[in-house]
């Protein structure tokens, strides 16, 4: 778990490193997103998520506006298909890490149990891009990771449960095996 957080918060810091602190006077918005069963009272299924993400501010275009580091700009000016000339139009760039964790119903069980979800952990960073007008919103989002032990699913859950003075789920020898993944929404 400790070389993943440790890569997680390099990428982080060396983002946040090369963009300008308040380009146009406007600073990016930081956002915590935290979703946990335990708010359910119910450890099943889609256990726990965390997300953290960085909002651009508002701009008219995504490779011309100083708010983007130099390196988001250049990636930028090779998708001109997201951008509008439209100036009714306001565009943002998000950029997220997360980690996500699933667990069966049956949290005692050692042993498979090929009737319910299996454990997984996701771990992942991605890229969205926002278009919105008044009555509008459209949003185009690529995330990569991976999912499996090195999503530190396990750890991550066993941290809290620590925290809290809860069991060790039994299960997680039995998790999905280590793949890379992809997703465009």
């Not at 400790?2 to 300008?20: E, H, N, W, Y």
Request: charged letters at 20%; aromatic letters at 16%.
């Amino acid at each position: 778990m400790d070389r993943i957080l440790v890569l997680c918060l390099c990428l982080a810091c060396g983002f946040m490193l090369t963009q300008p602190v308040w380009a146009g006077g406007n600073p990016w918005t930081f956002n915590i997103y935290f979703e946990n069963d335990l708010f359910g009272e119910s450890d099943q299924n889609y256990t726990n998520g965390i997300r953290l993400s960085w909002v651009s501010p508002d701009t008219a275009s995504y490779y011309d506006d100083p708010a983007f580091p130099p390196w988001i700009r250049a990636v930028n000016r090779r998708l001109r298909f997201f951008n509008s000339t439209d100036a009714e139009l306001e565009h943002n760039l998000v950029i997220s890490f997360g980690q996500l964790m699933y667990t069966p119903r049956d949290i005692e069980a050692t042993e498979l149990l090929k009737d319910q979800r299996p454990y997984a952990g996701y771990l992942y960073t991605g890229f969205a891009y926002h278009t919105r007008s008044d009555t509008q919103l459209d949003v185009i989002e690529f995330n990569i990771g991976i999912v499996g032990p090195e999503a530190q699913g396990e750890e991550a859950q066993d941290w809290i449960h620590d925290l809290r003075g809860f069991d060790k789920f039994q299960g997680w020898d039995n998790q999905l095996k280590n793949e890379p993944a992809l997703n465009f929404l």
